[in-house]
C-alpha cells in the first residue's frame, strides 16, 4: 500500500510541473506575439 501512495504523489507532482512548464511556454508565446505585432505598428 505504501508503494501505491508513493507512486501515486510522485505522478501527481510529474503532473504539476509538466502543468507549469506548459503555462511558462504559452506566456512566453504571447509575449512573443505582442512584441511582434508592436514591431509591425
Excluded at 506548459?22 to 505585432?37: A, K, P, Q, W
Aim: proline letters at 0%.
Amino acid at each position: 500500500m505504501r508503494i501505491l501512495i508513493a507512486m501515486l504523489a510522485m505522478a501527481g507532482l510529474a503532473a504539476c510541473e509538466t502543468a507549469e512548464g506548459f503555462g511558462r511556454d504559452v506566456s512566453n508565446l504571447g509575449n512573443e506575439i505582442t512584441e511582434e505585432s508592436q514591431e509591425a505598428q
